[in-house]
């Protein structure tokens, strides 16, 4: 166990810093840089005289994505009077054109081309939502690529029309749809794969010294894409932390550009002067919390006021605060908050009953996580025959499913904490998944949990106690906020990375888990005293009928 500095929490971007000061000086460079699988696919597609004819690309089909992929096929040697052409809204006619009748000359007709022979000799790209919501476009299409032959069909079947031939064409086809699509479309065209290209639109990009300087001016072609100001090296160190940020790691940095659009021109929109400087960037990360901020603020105020109860000053024997992630469809944002475990333990053959699994609150990873947490207990305390107790644990005044396995190391202390009957210190809340041999792992949004509980001590002021303890696995995945950051630095608030449970008991319970010393006190030794004083008859008459005939006798 060791405590997080402040500078761990936040990516300082140390071994490029030199590269980020020389960030004006360098070109600007097309995002096909950062894409070498896209690139090269579609180098194949076009250069590629004869198979194949398709290139599947998964990336969201919306039209930023779709002129990006444009402009990379126009960039790959082709010649300048090759088209390319996007089908971004379309119907059948307005695809491959159709025939229609010449009201002046009813044995005459005239046609009119569709999308597909504007691209005739060149490369046309399609949505996929457009492909799956009108199948007879599919089977048309997939029958033009594979015979390279376009017959023309009435535009009104029901009328007459001079016959036409079919027409020899030449097209290749890019389909870009996002991963749920792709796999829709996969399920229905199980051979598909076999008769086109594969690849993706990159998301992110792992960065190192080797490549940094192309991710800057890469940067600096979209800062000239959307015609925004230019950015001071400052500037870049915060837009880059604020991609550590969405994708969770701090050696990585998202290429989506939506998000980079995003982020770019409402730092625009908030600079004052002929650069974007870092406050303009931070101001921009600040307005678009406030704007998305309604709810999350709400669950805040519930706790403040007792209406959701959250202790996090004092102790408590089987209670603990575990972190979640609230996601809320059709909420652009996630957010972190505290959630009261409970445990209570009681007669019974050891089993450990969940709560939020028995009346189906629960997933199966949540469940998993549970299981795991028990044969980790019951390897430890490593007993002869069934425990005399049972346990019920339960996440409080939780009303909507709960998933995932980041709540077992919280469960797991909520259980001993029972067991022991030592209690826990609600200044602290914890969050990590255990294995079976109690190693901790990895958990997703930690800086909104993080965030979170830091936000009910902010608010309950801060008392140089508080903090949470979290998985050393999770520490490349830091990135908090400002104030988090400055709370960590002035010793309000800490943060606690482990590997292994027993580095959090001593934490939260103020007591070793185990020890070689018979004469410690540990928590394994207070729950084996437990066991042995009801295995010897102390706790053997308190049936029902001896309670109530006790209470009788006092009253």
Known sequence: MHEVTWQSVVPQFLNVERQIDNYKTLAAMSPCALQPRLKSSIHRLVHESHFPRLLLV???????????????????????????????????????????PNNADMTASYKREGLIRQANGGVLLIPLTGI???????????NVISTCSLSWKSAKPNTYCEILKSEDISVRVIIVGNRALMADFDSGEPELHSLSIYTEYEQEMHLTLDNINIYLSVLKGFQKRYNVRQLT??????????????????????????????????????AQGFEICADDVQKAIDEKYFRESYLHLRAIEDIHKGHVFIDTRGEHIGQVNALTVVEIPGHP??????????CVVHFGD???????RKVDLAGNIHAK????????????????????????????QSYFEVDGDSASLAELCAFV?????????????????????????????????????????????????QGIILPKTNLSALCLSDDVTTAIRKGQFHLWAIDHVEEAFPLIMGLAFSGNDKKEETLLNKIALRINAFHHGEHRHTSLIYKLTNWLNHH
């Not at 799956?132 to 997939?142: G, I, P």
């Not at 969405?246 to 939506?258: A, F, H, K, S």
């Open 58 to 100: 998964t990336a969201p089909d919306v039209h930023d994505y779709l002129v990006l992929i444009r402009d990379m096929v126009s960039d790959s040697s082709l010649p300048k009077s090759i088209p390319v052409v996007i089908a971004e809204h379309f119907n059948e006619i307005q695809l491959f054109g159709a025939v229609y």
């Open 132 to 142: 799956l919501s009108q199948l007879n476009v599919w089977n048309r299409l997939k």
């Open 233 to 270: 090296s400052d500037a870049v160190k915060r837009f880059m932390q604020a991609g550590v940020r969405d994708t969770g790691d701090q050696e990585r940095i998202p290429l989506c550009p939506l998000w980079i659009q995003s982020l770019l021109r409402e730092a625009d929109y908030q």
């Open 333 to 342: 944002r996630e957010y972190g908050e505290p959630t009261r475990i409970s």
């Open 350 to 356: 050891g089993d450990i009953s969940d709560v939020e």
């Open 369 to 396: 996580g549970m299981m795991i947490m028990q044969a980790f207990i019951r390897a430890a305390l490593d007993l002869d025959e069934p425990l005399p107790y049972a346990a019920s644990i339960v996440f409080e």
């Open 417 to 465: 904490s029972a067991l022991s009957q030592q209690p826990i210190n609600q200044s602290i809340a914890i969050t990590g998944a255990v294995d079976q041999f109690g190693r901790v792992q990895e958990v997703g949004g930690i800086n909104e949990k993080i965030e979170g509980f830091y936000h009910i001590c902010e608010n309950r002021e801060l008392t140089g106690s």
